[in-house]
């Protein structure tokens, strides 16, 4: 049975893979957008709405990959996370080569509209075109900086957990390194002592030997001096 971990892992992925489609078919609408410049416009907040959520979503599944147990685990979900962060600026790149596109076409449409109408007023639209395509090239601009910072943090995190890791794994060897010359020493030490302790029973040994060699030649002594006889 999956566990609730892969089960909100499995979530977060489906959630990715529909906003990602969504915006491919926005990125599409866009492409054969008519016109007008609301229209456009319109289009082009969908857009950026999709990307906040698909950025948000992007951003549990890394959380999730640094809280696996399991180093497998979190090297797959990373690997997912990064292909999914690429196929995001691949998309970001789509959406603005299509939003040029649009543009261009919408303002030659236009132009070719008011080269039929007054002088004046092909002026005042021609004017409005181009003002809303600044304002639209700036916002685009904008955001796309915008998120540009916000991986460029991501990309930073990853970069110190990766380094949290490496200095994790080199004390854990650090201190199995440690572990092993105490365990050295500590069988040295017993042998020590077990050396020691044979020695001291030997010492033990030759001293009552001894004694008793001195208690016998002690009573032979006195044997002869107070008994000569016998």
């Not at 906003?19 to 907040?45: H, T, V």
């Amino acid at each position: 049975m999956a566990s609730s971990a892969d089960v909100h892992v499995r979530i977060c992925g489906q959630e990715i893979i529909k906003y990602d489609l969504e915006i491919k078919a926005l990125i599409q609408d866009i492409r054969d957008c008519p016109g007008p410049q609301s229209a456009l416009r319109e289009l082009n907040s969908q857009v950026k709405e999709k990307f906040i959520k698909l950025r948000l979503r992007i951003q549990d599944l890394e959380q999730m990959a640094r809280e696996q147990d399991r180093e497998t685990d979190r090297q797959a979900i990373q690997a997912e996370t990064e292909s999914q962060r690429r196929q995001m600026l691949s998309n970001q790149t789509a959406w603005r080569k299509a939003n040029l596109a649009c543009k261009l076409a919408i303002d030659n449409m236009e132009k070719d509209e008011l080269l039929h109408g007054a002088e004046n007023q092909s002026t005042r639209q021609r004017k409005a075109t181009k003002e809303s395509l600044v304002e639209t090239s700036s916002n685009i601009t904008e955001s796309l900086m915008s998120i540009s910072r916000m991986m460029a943090e991501q990309v930073k995190q990853s970069e110190d957990t990766i380094g949290t890791l490496a200095t994790s794994s080199r004390t854990v060897q650090e201190t199995n390194e440690e572990f092993k010359n105490m365990t050295g020493t500590i069988h040295l030490g017993r042998k020590l002592i077990l050396k020691y302790n044979r020695r001291e029973l030997t010492d033990k040994l030759l001293i009552f030997l001894a004694l008793a060699l001195f208690l016998a030649t002690v009573l032979y002594i006195l044997k002869k001096r107070l008994f000569p006889f016998i």
